[in-house]
């Protein structure tokens, strides 16, 4: 069955570097992604999407990648600092009569140490 | 603007008991969402609705779970009767209607905490 899934499940780095977090999906059919970012106590929070039609896109200090040949996604956190960290989720959508269900990785625990 | 608002934060009960979750979606948002995250596992869809009407709830585990939408506003999940497996965090999420080239951003809210013992 589909499922989006992820390479590392936790990552630590310093201040200042960057960071990149890894996810790999098995639906082909998948056209839309996306990347959470959840606090502890707090739901899911937006960061980034792209579209199967693009293979990069640039937001504020982030960056998404995608190589829809590998079936790999990834998100570069740029200049991380301490309040990057979180679990960092991938989420999948294939469109279709399913439009609106989301697939989600298990999630990446990000720490950043000062 | 007010984001997507869950009540309770937190719910214990018995097992065999019921719970009903509530969701507020963000005002205008015809498409709300139910998800939840049980422990060790990843975050799972449950259902789509828009406006009142159910989209997929092909994410539903079993008809002990029941959402309602009624008017196209807020949003209850019932469970009865609760399992122990239903132990988890349940999110509330909507969005704007979906354009053919629109973006499919969910927003979500802080969840609920079911705690079943």
């Known amino acids: 069955g589909e499922s989006v899934g992820l390479h590392l499940p936790t990552l630590s780095v310093q201040e200042g570097d960057n960071s990149i977090i890894n996810c790999a999906y098995s639906?082909?059919?998948?056209?839309?992604f996306i990347w959470y970012k959840q606090e502890s106590g707090k739901g899911p929070q937006f960061i980034i999407d792209i579209r199967s039609n693009m293979d990069k896109r640039q937001g504020q200090r982030v960056t998404v990648l995608l190589n829809k040949t590998v079936k790999h996604l990834s998100l570069q956190i740029a200049a991380t600092q301490p309040g990057d960290s979180a679990v960092y989720f991938c989420a999948e959508n294939a469109g279709g009569t399913s439009y609106g269900k989301l697939t989600f990785g298990q999630g990446t625990i990000l720490t950043v140490h000062p | 603007e007010a984001g997507v608002t869950q009540f309770p934060s937190h719910s214990v009960i018995e097992k065999g008991q019921t719970v009903t979750l509530r969701c507020d979606p963000i005002s205008g948002h015809d498409n709300l969402y139910w998800y939840r995250r049980v422990m060790g596992k990843e975050i799972k869809f449950l259902l789509h609705f828009v406006k009142e009407s159910k989209q997929d709830e092909s994410g539903m585990p079993n008809n002990r779970f029941l959402a309602e939408r009624t008017g196209g506003t807020y949003s209850t999940l019932k469970v009865q009767p609760a399992e122990l497996e239903d132990s988890g965090v349940y999110f509330c999420?909507?969005?704007?209607?979906?354009?053919?080239?629109?973006?499919?951003?969910?927003?979500f809210g802080p969840g609920t905490r079911l705690t079943v013992t």
């Open positions: 999420a909507s969005s704007q209607a979906v354009l053919p080239t629109g973006p499919y951003e969910q927003y």
């Open positions: 639906n082909s059919a998948s056209d839309y």
